[in-house]
């Protein structure tokens, strides 16, 4: 293995194990997605030509290898994310980030896809949108929404409301 594939490994493995573990949804899963993503990733490496898209390259990668191990276990479709961003998150003696990531993990699939690739992962807008197939400006007005829906929900808490 090259010098080069372990360095991307080491510098991949955390996002393409949480991206996994939100398709799939199970941990043991996840390491045998994680595990095929990477052994993929090693036999078309030759075809990585921009090493600036190697994150939304792996991602794509990962995707495919969760979407593959879900047909074999005859799922259709992923349901929840998983609390991926709670480990990227230090815990604080604070239940606002609880709080938070309950309600994130409460939006819709697609909405939890963006708070991953975005404020964990920190993507741009443009790697957004090249690994999710949207506009750099429909990933803008989208995550305009999710920022809404989360400081609402938080209001409505804050006012003793249950969503």
Same mark, same amino acid.
């Given at each position: 293995?090259?010098? @080069?594939?372990?360095? %991307?490994?080491?510098?991949?493995?955390?996002?393409?194990?949480?991206?996994? /573990?939100?398709?799939?949804?199970?941990?043991?899963?996840?390491? @045998?997605?994680?595990?095929?993503? %990477?052994?993929?990733?090693?036999?078309?490496?030759?075809?990585?030509? $921009?090493?600036?898209?190697?994150?939304?390259?792996?991602? +794509?990668?990962?995707?495919?290898?969760?979407?593959?191990? *879900?047909?074999? #276990?005859?799922?259709?479709?992923?349901?929840?994310?998983?609390?991926?961003?709670?480990?990227?998150? #230090?815990?604080?003696? $604070? @239940?606002?980030?609880?709080?938070?990531?309950?309600?994130?993990?409460? /939006?819709?699939? $697609?909405?939890?896809?963006?708070? /991953?690739?975005?404020?964990? #992962?920190?993507?741009?807008?443009?790697?957004?949108?090249?690994?999710?197939?949207?506009?750099?400006?429909?990933?803008?007005?989208?995550?305009?929404?999710?920022?809404?829906?989360? +400081? $609402?929900?938080?209001?409505? *808490?804050?006012?003793?409301?249950? @969503?």
């Amino acid at each position: 293995m090259s010098a @080069d594939f372990q360095t %991307f490994v080491h510098d991949h493995e955390r996002m393409v194990r949480a991206l996994a /573990l939100s398709w799939v949804r199970s941990p043991s899963a996840a390491d @045998d997605v994680t595990q095929e993503a %990477f052994v993929r990733a090693w036999k078309s490496w030759g075809t990585l030509r $921009d090493s600036a898209k190697a994150k939304t390259w792996i991602y +794509t990668v990962t995707r495919n290898a969760a979407v593959d191990w *879900l047909r074999r #276990e005859k799922r259709h479709k992923a349901e929840e994310l998983v609390d991926v961003a709670a480990p990227a998150i #230090e815990k604080k003696p $604070d @239940d606002r980030i609880d709080r938070v990531v309950g309600i994130v993990n409460s /939006l819709r699939e $697609d909405y939890r896809q963006l708070v /991953l690739l975005r404020f964990v #992962e920190q993507m741009s807008y443009a790697e957004i949108a090249e690994v999710l197939g949207l506009t750099a400006s429909a990933v803008g007005e989208k995550l305009h929404r999710v920022r809404k829906m989360v +400081t $609402d929900r938080m209001g409505s *808490l804050a006012n003793g409301g249950t @969503d």
